[in-house]
Each structure stands twice: as C-alpha cells, then as structure tokens.
C-alpha cells in the first residue's frame, strides 16, 4: 500500500526517459510497482535507476498501476494504447501518462474509453538515461496537456518530477515538439562532426573542448532571443 496522496507506478519503457522519471516520482514518495522494458540495455538502466522495481510484462503492469507512464516511442504509442484497450487493461480512474512531445492526449483514447484519466507530461529536455538527468530535470520545463478538470494532476506530476510546468494546448503539441527538435538535432549533429573533426587532428578529450563550446554558444544565443540584436561569431568581438 502506497501513503495517502502517493500512487503505485508503472513504467512502461525502459529508453532513457522512463526510469529516469519513475526515479523522479519515487523520490517524492510514489511507490514504482514496476517496469517494462524487453531489452537488455532497458533492463541495465531500470536496474540502476529503479534497483527496487521488478520487470514485468506489459499488461500486468498496467494492472497493477494506479499511474501508468508510457515512456516510449511516439510511433509506438497508438498502438500500445489500442493494443492494451483490446484486452481490457484500462482501469477507470487510473491515471494514464505518456510522454511523447509531439502528441496531446488524444492518443489515450482508448484508455479514456475505458475510464482512465489521460495526461500528456513531456519534459523538455534532451536525456542521458543516467542519474546525471535527475538535477537537470530542476531547471527544465514540461509541457502538459490534459482535459481543464485533470489539467491540475498533470501540473502536479510535472512540479514532482522537478519540472516547470507549461501548459500546451493539444493543438500546439506538434509546435512544441517541433521547436525542441529544432535544437536538438542539429546539435547532435553538428557537434558529432565537429569531435569526429577534433580526432583526426590528434585531439582526444573532443568532448571536454567542445562542452564549453557548445554550452557557452547555446547561452550566448539564448540571450538573444526576443532581440533583434545580431550576434557576432566566436572568434569577433562585438563593436
């Protein structure tokens, strides 16, 4: 039995959200009942992260959830969601939350059918699947989508993870995953070839030249947002 207030939780997904999150919560006092993941690499993390919580299958997880985060693919969602309604997993009044950026809550309607509570809680954030994500998750914002009754419990689970909540219309879910990709993928890009670059030339702590360099470019350019100021490149000093 789980505190007045705290609720049994389910993770489904083992990438590098899912247990990062469940530790989130379990470190306010929610119980994690459990974890599904069928790959090796899922199993390591949920081992480090969730040392406590067994793996179990898809549908007795869900069953025993009063909280089912699904933290996978968003691909995948739609069908796990339908897949899981087809066999009466859904419980009425369970919480159900998933954490997809692009998607609102309409994905969850079937579990909504069923009676479960659907929220959208999508940290933004680029994570690591490591404790590291933890204090990174205290200075993030998360996008919450939810009918305006429920909106508040998805506001809650947002602050528990560490959060800043901000609320995002369903419409607007795809606007937001939209500007987050527009960040992060071309960094991840960028600064692959740039360490691949650092290599051939004999530089092997790539990571430790360019993490200052991509940090310090990332805030200069954020303080520059809303200005119609141009900045100048790395290597000009500003008139």
Same mark, same amino acid.
């Given at each position: 039995m789980t505190a007045a207030g705290r609720l049994g939780v389910g993770v489904v997904g083992a990438g590098r959200v899912g247990p990062v999150l469940g530790a989130a919560l379990a470190g306010t006092g929610h119980a994690v009942v459990g974890v599904a993941t069928v790959?090796?690499?899922?199993?390591?993390?949920a081992e480090?992260?969730? =040392?406590?919580? =067994?793996?179990?299958?898809?549908?007795?997880?869900?069953?025993?959830?009063?909280?089912?985060?699904?933290?996978?693919?968003?691909?995948? +969602? =739609?069908?796990?969601?339908?897949?899981?309604?087809?066999?009466?997993?859904?419980?009425?009044?369970?919480? $159900? $939350?998933?954490t997809a @950026?692009?998607?609102?809550?309409?994905?969850?309607? @079937?579990?909504?059918?069923?009676?479960?509570?659907?929220l959208a809680v999508s940290p933004a954030m680029a994570f690591t699947g490591t404790s590291i994500d933890l204090a990174r998750l205290r200075s993030a914002y998360c996008a919450v989508t939810g009918p305006g009754p429920v909106l508040p419990i998805g506001q809650a689970l947002a602050v528990e993870m560490g959060c800043e909540p901000v609320v995002i219309a369903e419409g607007d879910?795809?606007?937001?995953?939209?500007?987050?990709?527009?960040?992060?993928? @071309?960094?991840?890009? $960028?600064?692959?070839?740039?360490?691949?670059? +650092?290599r051939e030339i004999g530089v092997e702590d790539a990571d430790r030249v360019l993490g200052p360099v991509a940090r310090s470019a990332l805030e200069r350019a954020l303080t520059g947002v809303g200005s119609r100021i141009a900045l100048p490149p790395l290597d000009e000093e500003p008139e």
């Open positions: 790959s090796d690499e899922g199993r390591e993390r480090v992260l969730l =040392p406590a919580a =067994p793996v179990l299958d898809v549908r007795t997880l869900v069953e025993r959830s009063e909280l089912v985060l699904l933290a996978v693919p968003e691909t995948e +969602l =739609p069908a796990l969601v339908s897949g899981l309604a087809e066999v009466g997993a859904w419980l009425p009044g369970q919480l $159900v $939350v998933h @950026p692009g998607s609102g809550t309409g994905v969850l309607a @079937p579990a909504a059918a069923a009676g479960a509570i659907p879910r795809a606007a937001w995953a939209a500007a987050l990709r527009a960040v992060v993928d @071309p960094l991840d890009t $960028v600064v692959r070839s740039s360490a691949a670059l +650092l």
